[in-house]
């Protein structure tokens, strides 16, 4: 290839610049450091040479650039073919060919790149916000095809160009909200999930050390929301959202204990205290799911653990629906085998000394259980603690230093204390984490990752049998957490960012984005079906599909060509009909009818020799059709529209004679 | 007088048209059968242009020219070009005048009123281009004098498309020169019969009455071209000059020119169908002898077929 200069306009150059920008922006965030800077490079040296009029680079100089641009990719990405690499190398090579677009071929290409790029971003999620600005970059997209192929004027932001372009757009519209209905959807996405690679938030782990509840006081995204049935909803501080429990403890890190069986479904209850709901999982790439205390059953594709966590043995990476039956109880019935009772009174016996001192003077005054529990929360809403977002840390022996030091500290630290604090009296204990409260929002509860929460359960043995007990002791120092919500003891801000009004706006784009989860992102399989049945498709088998396949593309044809034909259709004036009228009348002649080519006269003189009766009479037509249509001053005013029309019948009822017609 | 021809019964002067009709009828007795080319010619003459007649020989090329010339009792010469002629002997030559001690001009074959010059590109290329020169500028120029030709001149060239051999091919810039290009082609079957026959003999040998006279003829020029094309018809002209631009088996389009000339023929044919506009019919009819000269294929074929298919694909209703 030659070296050329740009065969593009500085307003074209500006389009497909502006298009790429806003495709590549959003995913930057995971490309490696150098992307950013290469970009504005490649910018800024594009559109220097297109205002100086430079040729374009040398050939091997732009094969360099991209060998060294794959070869750093590789060094921050690693080699392999997974989407990660894939994704990238699509993107800087789009980046990149900007530095070769000088034609209009190669601008095209960008363009359509463009569109490929848009839709690998939805590879990582698909959010409502990000599908909003996806259908921005969409749009400049298109536009920027629209400045390719129509150069109206040098006007950057041509008004009637870009409402040309939102409307063609617009005609788009029907045609991906049928391709959505009725495009064959998979089981599971075919290129991995969506929402694996990252923006899924993990939310709460299965392990807690000290800070890890922390970071999702900091944010606000949605965690999980919650609908419930027959308008029965809790109170605040009965929704205690159970997730991982944690058994062992190693002097500063709380984890899970591997369990090989599973819980019993609650069989035992009254109608009336069961609540019904549905959670919308956001994905969390974990295996653990939400409900609140205590789950009577588990859902299809889950199941209950022995200390009641829902479990499923496939990871959420998708948002995941599912609907709940709990019992709003603080205590749950259960037998505890001498093994785990073993597990759950674990401590580590050489730290934290003067606790266990002052367990034992407990212990002295009554040695029942519950009056140990009580005695436990007692202190912390006796002496001075604090819940604080902002705790010192704790070195050496974390549980005496913040139960005679610090006496500061959130769920996780009272959670932590506590438990130990009756491990240490002879009480089997665990630490829940979960979610504590919701935002109600509209028509559902929003539970936010900053609804974070860890509490305790205490094993309490009767004679015959035993059964856990949920001891919140945060409640003791901070009641207005459990009786309220987590928002209100943020009474300072938890960064520069935390505004009121930024917390609302969110809550009310939540509200969208629930919608948006329950009519887009949650078509599946067997809502399609559910549609499909509908229509009167019972069997969503091979042969229907590609049937179904067949016919969405032809109708997508047959749909398409309809605004083409609207937009090219002609518009007649009355001389054009008339003689549409004449050339109609031999429609089923070949002979005559044939092409729309060969004009009136051609017309009318094949019309003579096939009718030689009618001479006289056609050519008077033609004649007066001429003089009418063509000559120096064209009349066509309403006579001579009818003497034309007058002429045409004759010609007519003559064919009609000769029964030519 | 101008209008020589009356009508016999009446005895009133002809109509233009009807003698115009009369007129190729006239040709018509002696050139069988190609009403059509001579419709053309006429055209043509009326137009104020030039004919490229591209024939085998023995197809009645020069017995058509004569006929014309003799119809509009024109001045009439012939020039048989070869290839070892000077373009003196086309346009004339300057001669020492020893008695007046002055250079004269002496007018050569090209001061004429009809010029046939056979077999055109016989003559080297030199000799070619004085005369298309002097066609395009209906003058002589020689010898710092310039020599203006008649009012009405008019070039009909032939050319044989076989016998390559020691012809010289017209250049595309010069074949721009002729308004329009045609060939006579073998006459159908009844009329090669009447042609052998003893009664068309005869007409054969007798020279043609003039029908129509040089200042007839100047007077149609200059009424043909007061004849005007509306918008659609302007906008059919033009959609069908830029096909051929954008035609994939064409090397290069129409130009400009071309287009006015397809007007020019079609501002002749319209007079001749006695009307004072031009109607798109007028237009395909002068599209392809406009045009069939001045295109060249992409492979080298003739371009008849493709101006055929862009009529054809071009709408007009």
């Not at chain 1, 308008?231 to 205690?240: C, S």
């Not at chain 1, 022995?306 to 019992?327: C, F, G």
């Not at chain 1, 085998?337 to 034992?360: G, M, R, V």
């Amino acid at each position: 290839m030659t070296r050329i200069k740009s065969q593009l306009s500085l307003k074209q150059l500006f389009w497909i610049t502006f298009a790429v920008l806003l495709a590549v922006l959003p995913q930057a965030y995971r490309l490696p450091m150098w992307f950013l800077p290469m970009t504005a490079l490649v910018v800024g040296y594009r559109f220097y040479a297109q205002i100086n009029q430079l040729k374009r680079a040398y050939n091997r100089i732009l094969i360099m650039v991209a060998i060294v641009a794959l070869i750093m990719i590789i060094y921050s990405q690693g080699f392999g073919l997974s989407r990660e690499i894939s994704v990238t190398i699509l993107i800087t090579m789009t980046v990149l060919k900007l530095l070769e677009t000088y034609a209009m071929r190669d601008a095209l290409l960008v363009v359509m790149l463009c569109y490929f790029v848009t839709m690998t971003r939805f590879l990582y999620s698909q959010d409502l916000l990000l599908v909003l600005y996806l259908f921005g970059s969409a749009f400049v997209t298109t536009h920027a095809l629209a400045v390719l192929n129509f150069q109206r004027n040098e006007k950057w932001f041509d008004r009637k160009q870009i409402n040309s372009t939102a409307g063609s757009l617009a005609l788009a519209i029907p045609f991906a909200v049928l391709f959505f209905l009725v495009f064959p959807r998979l089981g599971s996405p075919i290129w991995g999930s969506p929402d694996i690679f990252g923006e899924g938030k993990t939310g709460i782990s299965d392990s807690m050390s000290p800070g890890s509840i922390i970071e999702l006081f900091m944010d606000d995204s949605p965690a999980f929301r919650v609908t419930f049935k027959n308008d029965k909803k809790p109170t605040n501080n009965q929704l205690y959202w159970r997730g991982p429990v944690l058994w062992n403890f190693d002097g500063r890190t709380w984890s899970r204990e591997k369990q090989n069986s599973t819980r019993k479904t609650i069989r035992q209850y009254q109608p009336e205290q069961v609540i019904d709901y549905q959670i919308e999982l956001e994905s969390t790439g974990q295996n653990y799911m939400f409900g609140l205390d205590y789950i009577v059953d588990a859902p299809k594709g889950a199941f209950l653990l022995p200390d009641s966590m829902l479990y499923a043995p496939v990871k959420i990476n998708q948002l995941r629906h599912y609907e709940l039956q709990s019992l709003l109880l603080d205590r749950f019935y259960s037998p505890l085998s001498d093994k785990n009772e073993t597990l759950l009174l674990n401590f580590p016996e050489q730290q934290n000394l003067k606790t266990q001192a002052l367990i034992e003077t407990w212990q002295q005054d009554s040695a029942d259980p519950i009056d140990i529990v009580n005695r436990a929360l007692n202190h912390f809403n006796q002496e001075p603690f604090f819940y604080s977002y902002t705790p010192p840390a704790l070195e050496g022996d974390v549980i005496d230093a913040f139960l005679f030091e610090s006496k500061r500290g959130f769920c996780e630290h009272y959670a932590s204390t506590f438990t130990i604090m009756m491990r240490m009296a002879g009480i089997p204990a665990r630490v829940v984490t979960g979610y504590q409260g919701g935002v109600d929002n509209g028509d559902y509860l929003l539970v936010k990752q900053s609804d974070a929460h860890a509490w305790s359960e205490v094993y309490i043995q009767e004679e015959d049998s035993g059964y856990w007990l949920r001891v919140d002791p945060t409640s003791m120092v901070a009641p207005e957490r459990v009786e309220m919500g987590s928002r209100q003891i943020m009474d300072q801000k938890r960064n520069i960012i935390d505004y009121e009004w930024l917390i609302n706006f969110k809550e009310s784009m939540d509200k969208y984005r629930y919608q948006w989860n329950q009519w887009v992102r949650d078509f599946n399989v067997s809502k399609q079906e559910a549609l499909f049945r509908a229509i009167g498709i019972d069997h969503r088998d091979g042969k229907t599909l590609a049937l179904m396949l067949a016919g969405i593309l032809m109708m997508t044809i047959l749909l398409s060509l309809i605004p083409i034909w609207w937009i090219k259709r002609k518009k007649y004036h009355d001389l054009q009909k008339i003689y549409l009228q004449l050339i109609h009348l031999f429609r089923k002649q070949e002979v005559l009818y044939g092409y729309r080519t060969q004009g009136i006269e051609k017309f009318v003189h094949k019309l003579i020799t096939l009718y030689p009766n009618i001479e006289v009479q056609a050519n008077h037509f033609l004649k007066l059709y001429l003089n009418a249509r063509y000559s120096v001053n064209p009349s066509h005013n309403q006579q001579t529209l009818a003497q034309l029309n007058n002429s045409l019948q004759k010609i007519k009822s003559l064919l009609k004679e000769q029964h030519a017609l | 007088m101008l209008n020589n021809q009356t009508d016999k019964k009446t005895n009133h002067p002809l109509s233009d048209t009807a003698m115009i009709q009369n007129i190729i009828d006239h040709i018509g007795h002696k050139i069988l059968d190609k009403e059509q080319q001579i419709t053309i010619i006429l055209a043509a003459l009326i137009a104020g242009g030039h004919v490229l007649v591209e024939d085998l020989p023995g197809l009645g090329k020069t017995t058509l020219a004569t006929a014309i010339a003799q119809t509009f009792g024109m001045d009439y010469n012939r020039i048989q070009l070869t290839s070892d002629m000077m373009p003196s002997d086309v346009l004339g030559v300057s001669i020492y005048d020893a008695p007046s001690q002055t250079f004269s001009y002496h007018k050569g074959p090209i001061f004429t009123q009809f010029l046939l010059a056979d077999e055109l590109n016989r003559a080297t290329p030199k000799t070619q281009s004085a005369l298309l020169e002097a066609m395009a500028e209906n003058q002589i120029s020689m010898d710092g004098e310039t020599y203006p030709l008649d009012a009405i001149f008019f070039v009909m060239a032939t050319q044989n498309p076989i016998d390559e051999a020691g012809t010289y091919s017209l250049p595309q810039s010069q074949l721009d020169r002729f308004l329009v290009s045609l060939s006579l082609g073998y006459p159908d079957h009844a009329s090669e019969r009447k042609l052998y026959g003893s009664e068309y003999l005869q007409t054969f040998n007798k020279p043609l009455q003039a029908l129509a006279s040089p200042e007839q003829l100047s007077q149609w020029q200059s009424k043909a071209k007061l004849i005007h094309a509306n918008d659609e018809v302007l906008d059919y002209l033009q959609l069908l000059i830029q096909k051929t631009r954008n035609h994939s088996q064409i090397q290069h389009g129409l130009s400009p020119r071309a287009g006015l000339s397809l007007f020019k023929l079609a501002q002749g044919l319209a007079f001749i169908a006695d009307r004072t506009f031009i109607t798109p019919a007028d237009i395909q009819r002068a599209f392809f002898p406009v045009s069939r000269h001045r295109l060249t294929t992409v492979d080298g074929s003739s371009a008849g077929d493709i101006i055929e298919s862009i009529i054809h694909d071009t709408p007009i209703i």
